[in-house]
């Protein structure tokens, strides 16, 4: 079983920064790829942020340049670390770790960006 804790979500300015950590439970987090997914009101949750076991990162067009996704597995820990964030980055944002067929989600860590 994993347990998945998201911390560091608040509220910003336009063009302000913030670092959102996840904290992952048990002996797999280090053999596992981890996400950053978002939900934006009235929208549906979609990939932000990914990172391999190995390191390799991949974005969304939208937050290229501007996030950067990182892990540190001696902490079980995955970081997203967002600068000039916008308005249109307001949403509640979730790590996800995928193991086979099955998913698990944190409860989530509200960012929101005012203009």
């Known amino acids: 079983q994993v347990q998945l804790v998201e911390s560091g979500g608040g509220l910003v300015q336009d063009g302000g920064s913030l670092r959102l950590s996840c904290a992952a439970s048990g002996s797999i987090f280090r053999f596992r790829a981890m996400n950053w997914y978002r939900q934006a009101p009235g929208k549906l949750r979609a990939l932000v942020a990914s990172?391999?076991?190995?390191?390799?990162?991949n974005y969304v067009d939208s937050v290229k340049g501007r996030f950067t996704i990182s892990r540190d597995n001696a902490k079980n820990t995955v970081y997203l670390q967002m600068n000039s964030l916008k308005p249109e980055d307001t949403a509640v944002y979730y790590c996800?770790?995928?193991?086979?067929?099955?998913?698990?989600w944190g409860q989530g860590t509200q960012v929101t960006v005012s203009s």
């Open positions: 996800n770790l995928p193991d086979g067929a099955y998913n698990y």
């Open positions: 990172i391999t076991s190995g390191g390799d990162t």
